[in-house]
């Protein structure tokens, strides 16, 4: 094609079939721009601040599991993106972030909004997104331009996916170009690699005659045939199923065999079997994480072997010693391992029983606080109706607080495609903006963000987004009139001295209203399940505002105590005060409690 270097960008988007860009236009990205006013299949989405830009793509990317986009202009457009790009690079999601640049005769001068690092006091784009992407470099002439987005789009979504960032500056947009248009291709090897095949016998002959196996599922575990192989291998070994939060719903926590979340949020039945006796572990596509490991305890390392998959070989053995790795996709892996141990005759471990007994005795999901009708509302109480009036076909994105704990706990899933967490880096706010993204990636689904008055407040503003595109998204927002995570951990961490944590409350239904939105109020038993019903119905953006018991805490004391361990600091909050006391009892039961105690007194 012949045309301008940004006019070759959008040619090459559309050959990829990207469909959205979100992002907010300035001086120098006007080209780019300009280039997408002759398109007709890429829209742009105007967001209200380039940090909801990339919340956006990164939710367009987890939903849609496909490539987001974003772009901003020159120095701030570009800084504003950075904690969306992190946050997909934390997630592994394939974002493509453009910046315009000032014009290359200009760098090193000092010109308004320089960010090519060249130069005294300019900041550097490339720089800033070096340790936030796969890939970053600033394209010097627009006969590179065709080949440094093929290289980029390659990168983004091969391998363990991620965002990769192309700096443009504004005469390379603008300059003339004259190439044919080469596709980038459907080349995805991460779902055709196979894995060694003595390590897939190895975890095989593990797992088959294992006493306490378990499967530990991560993010990597949600993609593409990975729940439906975790399933037929979790069925065929007759194995508790656990998830990290990110992988929440990889099994339906519907099933036997389901054990929920295990982790800081997770459930006591998740706890109580992951860290009371596995002999061997099937971890996959998990990082191991600080909030899933209850930061590192030794006792989630079982006894016997640690089976690890991942896409990405340097996750293996990052935090727990390692017996069998396997490299390669959740979904390949898994039905590896099961081919495996079809060979090996199967296995006869009538467990179920065991995990509907466990699962009765730890209120799996069925904790009275669900089930309260005092007011304000208990959380746990609002995710209980939140459940009965979501369909199956609901994307839930949540944010971060104690939001996030009421979600994971208390929220019973059935999907792998359920929750859409960005938790990796937990940024407020970001489930607020990346809602919007996942509606436009999947208009077929119902889409809701359950989140905080403080997350809303970081980029509420995004509504309006919502509004100009017409877009039905909804905010379940848990009002406490505060930060309460950060309230919870001055009331046990560093006795009860409470700072910079209330906030004046806007008045959420007036602001929704003011938004373009419409606003709506629960406050009783009943009203959340009504409310949500009647959002799901609406053509445009509904607020809904919860007031909810702002002194109900999630179970924040056994993480505060393993970080004081971890900083190997006496317990600032272990007194012999009847807190104290009670937050211990709260540990021994969380971590296993007798069982755990017990299996360990066996093991000597
Ligand atoms: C951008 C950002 N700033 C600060 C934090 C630290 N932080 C984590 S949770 C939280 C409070 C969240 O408040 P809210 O959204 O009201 O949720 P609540 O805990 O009250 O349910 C804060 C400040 C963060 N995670 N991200
Ligand atoms: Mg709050």
């Excluded at 971060?400 to 208390?410: C, F, P, Q, T, Y």
């Excluded at 600032?572 to 007194?601: C, D, K, N, P």
């Amino acid at each position: 094609m012949k045309g301008t270097g940004a006019q070759l960008v959008v040619r090459c988007l559309e050959q990829e079939g990207v469909e959205h860009i979100f992002g907010v236009p300035g001086g120098h990205l006007l080209a780019l721009y300009d280039a997408l006013y002759d398109s007709d299949y890429i829209k742009a989405i105007l967001t209200k601040h380039e940090g909801g830009a990339a919340f956006m793509a990164a939710g367009y990317a987890l939903a849609g599991d496909r490539l987001g986009v974003c772009c901003a202009t020159v120095g701030p457009g570009a800084t504003n993106l950075v904690s969306g790009v992190a946050c997909a690079y934390m997630a592994s999601l394939p974002l493509l972030v453009l910046t315009a640049q000032v014009g290359t005769g200009s760098l090193g001068r000092g010109a308004l909004q320089e960010a090519g690092g060249i130069g005294l006091r300019t900041p550097s784009h490339t720089a800033i997104f070096s340790s936030i992407t796969k890939h970053t470099e600033m394209v010097l002439r627009s006969d590179m331009l065709g080949e440094a987005l093929r290289r980029s789009l390659r990168i983004a979504q091969t391998g363990r996916p991620g965002p990769v960032h192309l700096d443009l500056p504004a005469d390379v947009m603008r300059g003339t170009v004259d190439e044919p248009i080469v596709p980038v291709g459907q080349y995805r090897p991460r779902l055709h690699c196979l894995p060694d095949p003595d390590a897939v016998k190895e975890a095989a002959r593990l797992l088959a005659h294992a006493h306490t196996p378990a499967i530990l599922a991560g993010a990597g575990a949600r993609r593409g045939q990975g729940p439906a192989a975790l399933l037929a291998l979790a069925e065929m070994l007759e194995c508790p199923v656990a998830t990290t939060l990110l992988g929440k719903g990889a099994l339906s926590e519907h099933h036997q065999l389901a054990l929920g979340p295990v982790g800081l949020y997770g459930t006591r039945a998740a706890n109580e079997y992951l860290r009371g006796g596995v002999d061997v572990l099937l971890a996959v596509g998990t990082s191991l994480h600080e909030f899933t490991t209850h930061v590192w305890d030794p006792a989630m390392r079982p006894s016997q072997a640690l089976i690890h998959i991942d896409i990405d070989p340097e996750q293996i053995g990052r935090n727990y010693a390692t017996e069998v790795g396997l490299v390669g996709d959740a979904g390949v892996v898994l039905s590896a391992i099961r081919d495996a141990v079809t060979l090996l005759g199967g296995v006869q471990r009538p467990k179920e029983q065991l995990i509907v007994r466990l699962k009765e005795q730890t209120e799996y999901f069925d904790e009275p606080a669900m089930h309260s009708s005092t007011t304000p509302l208990k959380p746990q109480r609002v995710m209980a109706e939140l459940e009965q009036a979501l369909p199956d076909s609901a994307m839930i994105f949540t944010d971060i607080g104690n939001s996030l704990a009421w979600v994971e706990r208390n929220l019973r899933v059935s999907r792998a495609d359920q929750v859409m967490s960005l938790a990796g880096l937990a940024a407020m706010g970001s489930g607020v903006a990346a809602v919007i993204g996942g509606k436009l990636a999947r208009p077929d689904r119902p889409a809701i963000c359950v989140c905080g008055d403080g997350d809303l407040q970081m980029h509420g503003m995004e509504i309006a987004t919502a509004t100009s595109y017409g877009l039905p998204v909804i905010w379940l927002v848990l009002e406490n009139g505060m930060l309460g995570m950060i309230k919870d951990v001055q009331v046990s961490s560093y006795r009860n001295r409470r700072i910079a944590h209330t906030f004046f409350q806007p008045d959420l239904v007036k602001l929704a209203e003011a938004l373009g939105g419409i606003g709506l109020r629960a406050v009783a038993p009943g009203e959340v399940r009504a409310a949500v019903e009647a959002a799901l119905s609406a053509t445009g953006p509904v607020v809904i505002a919860v007031p909810i018991d702002p002194d109900e805490m999630p179970p924040t004391k056994p993480r505060m105590l393993a970080i004081e361990r971890s900083m190997g600091l006496p317990p600032v909050s272990e007194s012999l005060s009847l807190g104290g006391i009670r937050a211990l009892w709260t540990m021994f039961h969380e971590s296993g409690g007798l069982r755990r105690w017990l299996s360990r007194r066996r093991r000597r």
